[in-house]
């Protein structure tokens, strides 16, 4: 089994910063690919941001230039960097991380979400 516990939500005003951590914990083989979707009330779940094991990212068009993601991958570790918040980016905020078994089979993982909340 393997955990994704997220943190670093909340509510904050337009134009403000905050950062998401995801911790990844369990019996952990290989952890390929993290990244983080988000939802936004009466929408399906998107990429925001994903990030591979060798550093190589992709963002949403929607985020480019306002989100960075890292990855330390001693701790098992994703995080998303989000600054000059928009009112749009109102969203809860899964962590995701496509995983590999030792006998070289790969699944995803999610974590339980993190709200997000822009507004005045």
């Known amino acids: 089994q393997v955990q994704l516990v997220e943190s670093g939500g909340g509510l904050v005003q337009p134009g403000g910063s905050l950062r998401l951590s995801c911790v990844a914990s369990g019996s952990i083989f290989s952890i390929n690919a993290m990244g983080w979707y988000r939802q936004a009330p009466g929408k399906g779940r998107e990429l925001v941001a994903d990030?591979?094991?060798?550093?190589?990212?992709n963002y949403a068009d929607s985020v480019k230039g306002r989100f960075t993601v890292s990855r330390d991958n001693d701790k098992n570790t994703v995080y998303l960097q989000m600054n000059s918040l928009k009112p749009e980016d109102t969203a809860v905020y899964y962590c995701?991380?496509?995983?590999?078994?030792?006998?070289?089979?790969?699944?995803?993982?999610w974590g339980q979400g993190t709200q997000v909340t822009v507004s005045s």
């Open positions: 995701n991380a496509y995983l590999s078994t030792h006998r070289g089979n790969g699944y995803h993982n």
């Open positions: 990030i591979t094991s060798g550093g190589s990212t």
